[in-house]
């Protein structure tokens, strides 16, 4: 986990519960809430809450298992919480392929 170079951003907030989110699923380790503003009829945005910056910093640096249960849960939340049958999962990295919150982050794109 990069805590040296990870900013205070409005997911942490949103974990804190120092700003609202319309919450789909939480446990102790992920948070899923819907985007504030959807690009699809469904669109929801899964994060884990420890602070990792983007995929690539998630991927280096989480444990096999926390990483397992983050897809297995993104899995679970597109099945058995929204029902989706059709559903695009995406990751932007970096501001030029459109990140604009440094906190790793699935968007979940329900059809
Ligand atoms: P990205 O551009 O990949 O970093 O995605 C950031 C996403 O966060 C965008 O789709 C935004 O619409 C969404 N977003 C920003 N602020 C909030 C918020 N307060 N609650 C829910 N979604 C948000």
Known sequence: MSENIYKENIFSKIIKGEIPAKKVFEDDDVLCF???NPKAKTHVLLIP???YIDFEDFSNNSTPLELANFFKKAAYIANEKLNLKSYKI?????A???QEVLHFHLHILGY
């Open 90 to 94: 995406l990751s932007n990295k970096g």
């Open 96 to 98: 030029k392929a459109g």
């Open 49 to 51: 809450k420890k602070n």
């Open 34 to 36: 819907h985007d504030i």
